[in-house]
């Protein structure tokens, strides 16, 4: 009777497996749908890839992979650019800044969510205007402090300078403590611990994916960061990648886009790894704070 029960769930089950002609439908189309944005995604870097392997300067030649590859655009990078002390000086300052902005926005984010102290909601307000302006609106003081304290082309001062733009960051985070329960806090409170150990032993550990993605942004929008760059960083050994890529295709006599294309393929590596290595935690930071937020 036992087996006769089994053969009639498993059955059950295989019928309630069956897709209606509609959900069929419904698949397929969001299948050719996904693959079609994959396809436009994918293009532009399978052009981009195809023009470092091609010969001469243009970027266009007609098809996506040029007839005759040739590494040479490579090879070329490496021994006559500076690339990988650009690519150092952009790790640098890409793990600086994300780093303190991770621990300012962390600290930042629980006194607001949790803490009630004079100015807190001035504060919060404060922080949500500050976004209406865009980050160049800034570069005339940057500048101008850092010329008046000869702190001009200092790549460690630069770090600092980044790292103080983290007021969305604290906003998310915000509103992702404030969906985890408070009776933690009150439990905790009444153990006798004290508000910094419920941060670094309770909140942290719960917050850890959300971090994880304030971390990627905050690094992946260090990377690419080029107008106040531009304007603080001015030998070519304190360069970043942004800074270093366009020359390659500002130059006074000729464009080299092939080399151009060749070292984004190479400074665009560190960003794949990383994204990675942290893909697992991403995904679950995105997910709570879909949720929390």
Same mark, same amino acid.
């Given at each position: 009777?036992?087996?006769?029960?089994?053969?009639?769930?498993?059955?059950?089950? @295989?019928?309630?497996? @069956?897709?209606?002609?509609?959900?069929?439908?419904?698949?397929?189309?969001?299948? %050719?749908?996904?693959?079609?944005?994959? %396809?436009?995604?994918?293009?532009?870097?399978?052009?981009?890839?195809?023009?470092?392997?091609?010969?001469?300067?243009?970027?266009?030649?007609?098809?996506?992979?040029? @007839?005759?590859?040739?590494?040479?655009?490579?090879?070329?990078?490496?021994?006559?650019?500076?690339?990988?002390?650009?690519?150092?000086?952009?790790?640098?300052?890409?793990?600086?800044?994300? %780093?303190?902005?991770?621990?300012?926005?962390?600290?930042?984010?629980?006194?607001?969510?949790?803490?009630?102290?004079?100015?807190?909601?001035?504060? #919060?307000?404060?922080?949500?205007? &500050?976004?209406?302006?865009?980050?160049? !609106?800034? #570069?005339?003081?940057?500048?101008?402090? #850092?010329?008046?304290?000869?702190?001009?082309?200092? #790549?460690?001062?630069?770090?600092?300078?980044?790292?103080?733009? *983290?007021?969305?960051?604290?906003?998310?985070? @915000?509103?992702?403590?404030?969906?985890?329960?408070?009776?933690?806090?009150?439990?905790?409170?009444?153990?006798?611990? *004290?508000?910094?150990?419920?941060?670094?032993?309770?909140?942290?550990?719960?917050?850890?994916?959300?971090?994880?993605?304030?971390?990627?942004?905050?690094?992946?929008?260090?990377?690419?960061?080029?107008?106040?760059?531009?304007?603080?960083?001015?030998?070519?050994?304190?360069?970043?990648?942004?800074?270093?890529?366009?020359?390659?295709?500002?130059?006074?006599?000729?464009?080299?886009?092939?080399?151009?294309?060749?070292?984004?393929?190479?400074? *665009?590596?560190?960003?794949?790894? %990383?994204? !990675?290595? &942290?893909?697992?935690?991403?995904?679950?930071?995105?997910?709570?704070?879909?949720?929390?937020?």
């Amino acid at each position: 009777m036992t087996s006769a029960n089994a053969n009639m769930n498993k059955s059950k089950l @295989k019928e309630d497996r @069956k897709m209606r002609p509609n959900e069929k439908v419904t698949l397929w189309v969001s299948r %050719i749908i996904i693959w079609i944005f994959i %396809i436009i995604i994918l293009f532009p870097v399978a052009w981009v890839v195809g023009a470092s392997l091609g010969t001469g300067d243009a970027f266009f030649s007609g098809t996506i992979f040029p @007839k005759h590859i040739s590494f040479q655009n490579y090879i070329d990078l490496f021994q006559k650019t500076q690339l990988l002390t650009w690519i150092k000086n952009s790790m640098i300052l890409c793990f600086g800044v994300a %780093i303190i902005q991770s621990i300012l926005t962390s600290t930042s984010s629980y006194a607001f969510s949790r803490m009630k102290f004079v100015g807190r909601k001035n504060g #919060l307000m404060t922080l949500l205007i &500050l976004q209406m302006f865009p980050t160049f !609106m800034s #570069l005339p003081a940057i500048y101008g402090i #850092l010329a008046k304290l000869d702190l001009l082309d200092n #790549l460690y001062v630069f770090v600092l300078v980044l790292a103080g733009g *983290s007021a969305f960051n604290i906003w998310l985070l @915000k509103g992702y403590i404030d969906g985890l329960p408070k009776e933690l806090d009150e439990a905790a409170l009444v153990d006798g611990a *004290s508000y910094w150990q419920i941060f670094i032993r309770i909140i942290l550990p719960l917050t850890a994916p959300m971090l994880v993605v304030i971390f990627l942004f905050s690094f992946i929008g260090t990377y690419s960061e080029f107008i106040l760059s531009s304007a603080v960083l001015k030998s070519p050994e304190s360069y970043t990648v942004a800074l270093g890529l366009q020359r390659f295709i500002t130059n006074q006599f000729s464009a080299h886009w092939t080399l151009f294309a060749a070292a984004s393929v190479v400074a *665009s590596l560190p960003l794949v790894i %990383i994204f !990675m290595a &942290l893909q697992r935690y991403l995904q679950q930071g995105l997910a709570a704070g879909a949720v929390k937020g």
